[in-house]
């Protein structure tokens, strides 16, 4: 059940909010965990033994964890600072062989179902280059749904237990109800544990507010899904199967569409699950914050997939950048080229590491490494030539406030996103720098009215496209101002409020891109 | 806390720090900028910024930075 079936916003949900909020306040978590084992069910059966299995793991190493500080505040009372460090020391080592023990085994799980594939590929392929007998079985593994956005939400449960952000669950269900709840379980947002236990186990009623905002959201997520990105699926898919028939502009135009698609589509989902959480008086962290507004890569990425980012951030980046070894690398350089060099350094070795493992994370294959390693160095230049652009702009007196100077930063972020995700839809690394090589070398608009209105889009497709576009840009905008736009229409007198719903329910199934000629999207993110 | 302003003030000069309350939100301080702070901060206090104190909240303002380098201090 996927969550654009009719069968889940008009039968799976209205069901499970009727017999929520019929059910005692204590019980209603345990209903929601039964709907989330019944989702899961769907996707991927009897694989909810992996699921079971890792948050046993971390509730398991949570507990332990928590008794070995118990044991540690017993047995530093009443010692000198200098005992206290040696004893402190000792059982930070228990704590961290739990931690390390626990991460492993989880991250196994991903590693078998995900990698192991890709990595007995490139093992066969240098067995291969020095002439070695003997080639690795390949055997594709069917996951359990979402294993990547649950076991990254496991690991953060179990590194901010080893570092006392807060107190280990001793409820085991509320542990495995934090990595199944069924709207973040296909595509995220990837949560912390912190964040979401005040609503999550709290079993707060459906009130006709968070009824009403959470199927306003739902609306605009299926609103992106269906007419936009359904719609320019057919388009997306014939130019990257066929790149080798088509001239430049017409290959960057399906990286454009592919672009907006992944939009849509991902930040569509988002909706859906930030919307199903909130009937339920559940927040769940925002993951897009309007990215194609971003000035720089930098930027893009702290407003694109923000959970993931900031996942990388805390657990990745500032770790391996404020590790000893790279304190100690980066000290000399510190003393010989100031504190600027060696932070920049430090972020460089940090942000390769970053980088690597977020390529990997979206697909064990060369194109994904390539995308992650493509965003390294345009985030790497922009932080290395940042200081001599601010002071080249400082010289001519150009104002990096005005609306002109942000525009066209805004457009060469979009420029370099659009090559980026050519490469992330791109069936391989070659395909990709194939297709890159046909944008540079046949750059020729001719053909190109003809290919634009042939490949599965016709004028009223288009003319659906751009008011949609300038729909979703209108509220994008009002959101950048900090305009909460179903808060603002709330207020509105009850005719004009049910106008702008009828006419959104009524956009989608007129206009929406289902039937004959449409191919919907499949959940891209549900595959990472 | 004279001294805090003073290496905030070396590593980004166009910022009020007496009165700046979002620092990090506000992205006057980027990663790069929060790891040459936190290295100056390490060498001229003598604490050690633990990773998981990297959070925007301690990092917000020069008023709540002196109170981790305080906290860290006294721990």
Redesign the interface.
């Known amino acids: 059940m996927s969550y654009f079936d009719v069968i889940y916003f008009l039968a799976f949900l209205p069901g499970l909010i009727i017999i929520y909020n019929l059910l005692p306040k204590k019980i209603k978590p345990f209903i929601l965990l039964l709907a989330s084992f019944a989702f899961f069910f769907t996707y991927s059966k009897w694989l909810i033994i992996f699921i079971l299995l890792s948050s046993l793991s971390i509730y398991l190493a949570g507990l332990t964890m928590q008794k070995i500080d118990k044991e540690k505040k017993d047995a530093i009372k009443d010692l000198e600072i200098e005992e206290k460090k040696i004893i402190k020391a000792k059982y930070l080592n228990k704590k961290k062989i739990v931690l390390i023990i626990t991460a492993l085994f989880n991250i196994a799980f991903l590693f078998y179902f995900k990698y192991l594939g890709f990595f007995k590929g490139i093992i066969n392929s240098l067995l291969k280059i020095f002439n070695i007998n003997g080639n690795l079985k390949i055997i594709h593994h069917l996951a359990p749904i979402g294993i990547s956005f649950y076991t990254l939400s496991a690991i953060s449960y179990l590194i901010d237990v080893y570092h006392e952000k807060y107190e280990c669950e001793n409820n085991y269900f509320k542990i495995l109800l934090y990595l199944i709840f069924f709207p973040t379980l296909v595509e995220g947002p990837i949560t912390r544990y912190n964040e979401v236990r005040d609503t999550l186990f709290t079993g707060n009623k459906t009130t006709y507010k968070s009824f009403c905002f959470g199927y306003q959201r739902i609306l605009y997520g299926l609103f992106k899904k269906i007419v936009i990105a359904d719609r320019l699926n057919i388009f997306v898919k014939i130019i990257f199967t066929d790149y080798m028939h088509f001239s430049g502009p017409i290959i960057f135009l399906g990286a454009i569409f592919y672009t907006i698609l992944l939009y849509m589509e991902f930040s569509g989902t988002m909706d859906i699950v930030i919307g199903s959480a909130e009937i339920f008086g559940i927040i769940i962290p925002e993951n897009f914050k309007q990215p194609f507004f971003s000035k720089n890569i930098s930027e893009f990425w702290s407003r694109w997939h923000i959970t993931l980012g900031l996942w990388f951030k805390d657990y990745i980046f500032y770790p391996v950048s404020l590790s000893k070894g790279v304190k100690k690398i980066t000290s000399k350089i510190k003393e010989l080229f100031g504190p600027r060099t060696s932070s920049l350094f430090m972020g460089a070795i940090a942000l390769f590491a970053v980088w690597s493992l977020n390529g990997l994370w979206h697909g064990a294959g060369y194109q994904f490494l390539f995308f992650g390693y493509y965003h390294f160095i345009l985030i790497l230049l922009g932080n290395i030539f940042e200081p001599l652009i601010v002071k080249i702009c400082h010289k001519l007196k150009i104002n990096r406030e005005n609306f002109l100077y942000k525009l066209i930063r805004i457009i060469k972020t979009c420029l370099l996103i659009f090559i980026g995700e050519l490469f992330f839809r791109a069936n391989s690394l070659t395909s990709g720098i194939e297709m890159m090589k046909r944008i540079i070398t046949n750059f020729t608009f001719k053909g190109f009215n003809h290919a634009v209105l042939t490949l599965g889009l016709d004028i009223k497709d288009y003319i659906i496209i751009t008011l949609s576009l300038i729909f979703i840009l209108v509220i994008s905008i009002l959101k950048e101002k900090n305009i909460e736009v179903r808060e603002s229409l709330s207020k509105k007198h009850i005719v004009i409020r049910w106008a702008c719903y009828y006419a959104l329910i009524l956009s989608i199934i007129v206009f929406g891109a289902y039937g004959e000629g449409y191919v919907p999207v499949e959940p891209i993110y549900a595959d990472f | 806390m004279e001294k805090l302003i003073e290496i905030l003030e070396e590593?980004n000069p166009d910022v009020d720090y007496e009165n700046c309350e979002n620092l990090v939100d506000g992205?006057y301080l980027?990663?790069?900028?929060i790891?040459?702070l936190?290295?100056?901060i390490e060498d001229n206090f003598g604490v050690v910024?633990?990773?998981?104190e990297?959070i925007p909240d301690n990092f917000n303002s020069a008023k709540k930075i002196w109170a981790l380098i305080t906290k860290l201090e006294e721990e």
Request: cysteine-free; overall charge negative; charged content about 20%.
């Open positions: 590593l992205r980027d990663s790069l900028t790891l040459s936190i290295s100056e910024i633990p990773t998981v990297i």
